[in-house]
């Protein structure tokens, strides 16, 4: 028997090799599940609060995935074009979804509806993919019990691949944007292999060939331009010119210049402002370190830009300081780029620092070293992650590492605009037996900005003596530092301590924040 005689068999008794259908379900699996987390990644990053928003993603998500799956029920006949149509489909609407989503932000500023219905259609197409592919298995199979078994098999197998692929491959070398057509490029391939493999059961197979050619060129267009279009998206949500962008394992960096106003933002917070970053780091560094007892170790947990190192190494008694930040590549940028390396006085080069990149909580219950002075400059507990390093059993990591006699300085947000935010920082190091104060001051880029200062022996911030030169900070300025005014200090006995299983911080401060 010829191979055309073979084929022409197989078509007219209804069988069809079912390997590129198999194949077609363990790729669009992967697919499916990467649209999801770039939403949901995408929408933590711009509005913050990443439980709030992959709980709406999924949720949303898959109540849509359900209705597609319902709708599938309306199709009966040439369900090989239906099925290629939706493919198209998913990959024009999901491969622009990223850019969708940022010009949304950035110029629309409707932002919810437009992230509400680009979950809706991609969940309603999503769900209709795997019913009518295991409806033309089953019709030319005949043996439904075998087609689910394969179906749902690599349909969880390709779910958790793309779960794997988008954090740890996708995101830190494409970004958002590019991830997003790649995928919407994967599900036009599959749409092609369809086409292709099963022309004769296709009914439309012209205008489905040029369609898919059509949405290929488009999405092709949209990734090779990903990098000038994202560009674009991004200098919008920025008021100065963006000098340097990454997007790193961790989070992205953002780098902007206007003038002699040099700012660096991690994931769309200003961490500094050249034009006052003194202020801060001056105030954060002096009053512990003028209170040590010794000074021979530091630890800075954070402070990946080195200013803080810069302003413990006026000492000369220093000996070692160990700088544990988790991203790499913001202590590689601060070390070479010309700009901060005169801002930090090139603090990061210099023979005392030993530059550690783990996680913080991490170092803390791996490290045997006790330290006589602890700096932690970590960003603003405005995610999951960053609240566990404001809780007790963090500070209670801090206080075994804390030689005797011993200081810690903490970046505590404001007690102005997150004043309940402030005080539950202050009660969480109080509640594991440090002796604390709290100060604060005006920071022109920040506003005003407080601090928590914690040792394991008692204290007087009056015995204070700054030695060192500094262009903020004096001995009478110290003083005011100690002072808040009532509207700050109204929450400070209503709060509760924050902890692993009840992040009650994470709450006070995005409901702080949201009201500015």
């Known amino acids: 028997m010829t191979k055309e005689n073979s084929i022409k ?3 007219d008794t209804g069988k069809i090799n079912a390997t590129p259908l198999m194949f077609a379900v363990f790729i669009i699996a992967i697919c499916g599940i990467i649209y999801e ?48 149509i939706i493919e198209l489909s998913i990959g024009l609407v999901g491969g622009i979804s990223a850019v969708l989503l940022f010009a949304a932000y950035g110029y629309t500023k409707v932002y919810l509806p437009v992230m509400y219905i680009t979950i809706i259609i991609i969940g309603i197409l999503v769900g209709l993919e795997i019913p009518i592919l295991t409806r033309i298995i089953e019709e030319k199979e005949n043996n439904l019990r075998m087609t ?30 590019k991830t997003a057509f790649l995928v919407g490029f994967i599900n036009i391939i599959v749409a092609n292999i369809i086409i292709y493999k099963y022309s004769d059961h296709i ?24 990098d000038s279009t994202a560009d674009k998206i991004e200098d919008s949500f920025y008021r100065d010119q963006i000098i340097y962008r990454k997007q790193t394992e961790h989070q992205r960096i953002v780098v902007t210049k206007h003038r002699d106003d040099l700012r660096l933002f991690l994931n769309g917070n200003v961490q500094f402002s050249s034009q006052d970053e003194y202020r801060y780091h001056e105030s954060l560094i002096h009053p512990a ?7 021979n170790d530091i630890l800075i947990l954070g402070g990946g ?7 413990i190494l006026k000492y000369d008694d220093v000996e070692n300081i160990t700088l544990v930040d988790l991203d790499k590549e913001v202590v590689k940028f601060c070390k070479t ?89 202050r009660k969480t190091v109080e509640s594991e037996g440090f002796y604390t ?8 880029s920040f506003g005003d900005w407080g601090f928590t200062l914690a040792s394991n022996e008692e204290f007087k911030e009056e015995d204070i003596d700054l030695k060192v030169p500094t262009r903020y900070l004096n001995n009478d300025m110290v003083k005011a530092l100690f002072v808040f005014a009532d509207d700050e200090k109204k929450s400070k006995d209503k709060v509760e301590v924050n902890s692993l299983t009840n992040p009650v911080l994470f709450g006070y401060y995005e409901k702080a924040w949201d009201s500015y």
């Open 289 to 295: 370190m003028t209170l040590a007892k010794e000074h």
């Open 37 to 84: 987390l770039i939403i949901g990644a995408i929408s933590s990053y711009l509005l913050g609060d990443s439980v709030k928003q992959y709980s709406i993603t999924i949720g949303l998500y898959m109540s849509a995935m359900g209705v597609g799956s319902y709708v599938t029920k309306k199709f009966r006949r040439n369900l090989f074009d239906v099925f290629v």
């Open 437 to 444: 104060t709290g100060y604060h001051l005006y920071v022109p």
């Open 305 to 311: 830009d080195g200013l803080a190192a810069r302003e």
């Open 337 to 425: 780029n010309p700009l901060v390396k005169s801002l930090n006085k090139e603090s990061l080069d210099n023979e005392k620092m030993n530059v550690i990149n783990q996680d913080a909580y991490k170092f803390l219950e791996n490290t045997d070293k006790r330290f006589d002075v602890i700096i932690v400059d970590l960003p603003d507990p405005n995610n999951e992650a960053l609240n566990k390093l404001y809780t007790n059993l963090f500070y209670r990591l801090i206080y075994s590492r804390l030689d005797d006699g011993g200081m810690v300085a903490i970046q505590s947000t404001s007690p102005y605009y997150a004043e309940q935010a402030y005080w539950c920082i």
């Open 148 to 177: 689910l078994a394969n179906v749902l098999s690599f349909d969880y197998i390709g779910a958790l691949i793309g779960s794997v692929a988008f954090p740890l491959i996708l995101l830190p070398h494409l970004g958002y944007i």
């Open 203 to 226: 009914k439309r197979i012209d205008a489905l060939k040029i369609l898919a050619a059509l949405f290929a060129l488009l999405i092709i267009v949209g990734f090779i331009t990903a």
């Open 9 to 11: 068999k197989d078509i």
